[in-house]
Each structure stands twice: as structure tokens, then as C-alpha cells.
């Protein structure tokens, strides 16, 4: 049987910036299947936090209207309900009308 131990609780985890520039907090950081976004600034070759669940409000990109609980894309400026080459972000947690600037977003 396979066991393991419990590590820490997950709401941020530990992310190096192996970049150039400073992530400055709050950038969505697109990741293989999910976003996370960066909880301070952290600079080239540092580690810093990265909250991987909660919910965010991001600019809504999309121009149709969302409802609650779709699931959701970033496409690297925003929110979209287009999966296409998109990063799954999640799920709205409230709807947003076609003509929102703005969407809630269950990360996670």
C-alpha cells in the first residue's frame, strides 16, 4: 500500500520565477492546466507565493455572457468562456453579462 504525508494545505504554493522580470503581485501566471496568481512580487530566480485556489476577479475578455459555474479560460490578457489553445482557469463564481469588463473566477 502506498502512503503519504500530508505536506501543507495548498491555498499558495511555492513558485520560482525563472524569468527575467519581476512577477509583480497579482499577475495571473498561466501553468499546464490551471492558473495561479502571484500573491507578492517576486523577482527573477526567486520563489514566492502563488495562490492556486480562491476566487479572483479578473477582466473578462469574452464578449458573451457567462453563467455561474461555466467553466472558464484565461487567454493571457483575461476571461474567456473559449477553451481553444486557452489555459482552464476555473469557474465563474457569479455570472457576468456579455457586456461585463469584469468576472469572478473559482480557481482551483
Keep these: ?23 509583480e503581485a497579482n499577475t495571473v501566471v498561466a501553468l499546464t492546466g490551471r492558473v495561479g496568481i502571484a500573491g507578492t512580487d517576486i523577482a527573477p530566480g526567486a520563489e ?5 485556489c480562491g476566487v479572483f476577479e479578473f477582466d473578462k475578455t469574452g464578449v458573451g455572457e457567462i453563467s455561474f459555474g461555466q467553466p472558464v479560460y484565461f487567454d493571457g490578457t483575461g476571461i474567456t468562456d473559449t477553451e481553444g489553445d486557452n489555459t482552464p482557469a476555473g469557474f465563474a463564481a457569479k455570472a457576468a453579462s456579455a457586456g461585463d469588463a469584469k468576472v469572478l473566477v473559482k480557481i482551483g
Design 1 to 23: 500500500m502506498s502512503k503519504a504525508s500530508y505536506w501543507q494545505r495548498g491555498e499558495t504554493l511555492d513558485y520560482k520565477n525563472t524569468g527575467v522580470a519581476t512577477i
Design 48 to 52: 514566492g507565493d502563488l495562490h492556486v
